[in-house]
C-alpha cells in the first residue's frame, strides 16, 4: 500500500472512530445524526419530519442494492468521489452519478426519489457522505433488491454488469 493509500484507509479509519460509526446493514460505516421531533403524517403513521446520517464507504466496502421507499438526498463531505448507481425497475434504464467536489460533471448532493433501486462504492479509499431522508427514515421503509420477488430478471438485463452488489 503506497502513502496516498495508507493515509487513505488511516483517514477513514480515524472517522470512524471520531464520528463514532458503527457497522450498516448494507455495507460501510453509518451514525444517526439527527431525527426530527416534528412529526408528519405518512399513510396514517406519525413519523419525524426528517433524518440524516453519517455514512462512510472505504475502500472494498460496497452498499449493497437495495431500495427506500422515501426520498433520500446524498451529500458529498470528503474523501474521494463515490459512485451512486441508481435503477428504476419501471424505466430500466441504470444511471451511474459521481457524487464529490463539484467538477465536470460531478455534484456534491444527489436525490434518490422513493422507490429507485440504488447501490454506491467509493471511487477511491474512502468516500464520507450524509443522507438525509424525508419524511424520517425507518428501516420499515427499507428493503434489499435481492430480497424482492423478481429481481433476478433485471439482473440478466441492465443490472448484469452490477450484480456483485447484490
Sequence with gaps: MGAVDRDGAERAAALIAELG????PEGGHYRELYRSRDLVE??????PALTT??????????????????D??????????????????AEGVVRRIELGRAEGARRPL?????????ASRPLGEYSLIGCTVAPG??????????????HERHFDGPLADYSALL
Design 21 to 24: 460509526l458503527e457497522p450498516h
Design 110 to 118: 444527489h436525490v434518490v426519489a422513493r422507490g429507485v433501486w440504488q
Design 53 to 70: 446520517i453519517y455514512y462512510l464507504l472505504a475502500a472494498g466496502e460496497a452498499s449493497r442494492w437495495h431500495v427506500v421507499e422515501l
Design 72 to 89: 433520500e438526498v446524498y451529500h458529498f463531505h470528503e474523501g474521494d468521489p463515490l459512485e451512486l448507481l441508481t435503477y428504476d425497475p
Design 137 to 150: 427514515f425507518d428501516f420499515a421503509d427499507f428493503r434489499f433488491v435481492g430480497d424482492l420477488a423478481g
Design 42 to 47: 405518512r399513510e396514517g403513521a406519525r413519523r
